[in-house]
């Protein structure tokens, strides 16, 4: 079972208590993107195998949105972080490399 701690709250909640929102850091495309960007952003996702960020909601508790970087084939958490954070803060993409070796972020 997937257990996350939301950075919000501070609360560890299993995957019951939480709802799933998709990939973390997207660009997100206004009014006057042209439109194979705006269709790239809607529909375009990466589903790696492997290290993902990702946008979770603490429904059950907080309600309050956060962001997980885990591994989608072990299920391995290597840290949560508030939603409005830009990009993943060192210290997860330290345990990150401390893993999977060479990874780097594609922000």
């Not at 990466?46 to 970087?69: D, I, Q, T, Y």
């Not at 330290?94 to 999977?100: C, F, H, S």
Request: glycine share 10%.
């Amino acid at each position: 079972m997937l257990i996350l701690t939301c950075p919000c709250c501070g609360i560890e909640a299993d995957e019951t208590e939480l709802e799933p929102g998709g990939e973390a850091h997207l660009k997100r495309q206004g009014p006057g993107a042209a439109d194979a960007d705006f269709e790239a952003y809607l529909f375009q996702r990466s589903n790696p195998m492997g290290v993902h960020l990702e946008r979770w909601r603490h429904a059950h508790g907080c309600g309050k949105w956060f962001l997980a970087a885990r591994n989608t084939v072990t299920l391995e958490v290597y840290g949560t972080y508030p939603a409005q954070t830009k990009k993943p803060p060192q210290d997860i993409v330290r345990a990150i490399k401390k893993r999977v070796p060479g990874w780097e972020w594609q922000g």
